[in-house]
């Protein structure tokens, strides 16, 4: 579908953060909740709370937080609505500020994240900056959606609020599809939004791939029904955020009986940012 690169001069570095937020109806007891997260994923944490100061920039409060193979998880209790620049959220009274942060490891600090993580990636030492980044970024989603999936048992929980993707999963959602964790593969609607629409052409777009480093993919004006354009950009998504592979302008991806679709680089008339769109 497309080479692997040293690197990319296109696409986006990933980060070392990301935020989501669970919400919930009434307040719940922190501790019991991310207590479930060793019985769920077998995975060894020793949670700390710490005071932060009130500053110019920041309330202050309490904050939980905890590593797993060099992923630290940082959890603050807000005992108020989030509020959100657009749309609206599901009725809620009570959520957890949750941040990850995943920053490279040292050259000779290989982790049982990056020895078994979705990547399927080399070894750090073998990365590249872009390459290891997008790998520390699958590790993280992959605390993310472990995490999500003992928190959203509280019988209060309403759904766990990602802003890049720009919705709400609902409890059942995240637990059913966590599951996948556990057969090898990703949670790819937990990581990466697809959208579609169909006024006369149908239209799709992916919001979330640039935390993996590589910029969003767009179908415009297609003849092809919204299931196809929507098969068409989840598998090509799940083909790159697990994969070491960037996809570049003046390339192909194949879709069905040996169909190559072109790819371009271009403005999406969305949001103005720049995606990988696909001639379909």
Known sequence: MSQQLPSSAIHPLAPEFISAAALYSAPIDVDSAVARLPQLWNVDITPHWEEIPASETSPGGRLLHFDVDGVTSMLSVIPRPLEVERGRLPEHSFYLAITLYAPL??????????????????TPQQQDVGLRRRARMVAAHTMLTQLSDALMREPAAVGVYRTELGVVHPTEMITSLAELLTQGRAPLPLWVGVRTFHPDLTHGRTLGLPMFGHLDLEIMDSTRSEEDVYELLANVADYIVVGDSYLLPGQTVGFRDGEELALTQATSPADQMPVVRIAF
């Open 105 to 122: 490891l040292g050259e000779q600090a290989g982790s049982s994240h990056e020895a078994n993580d979705l990547s399927n990636a080399s």
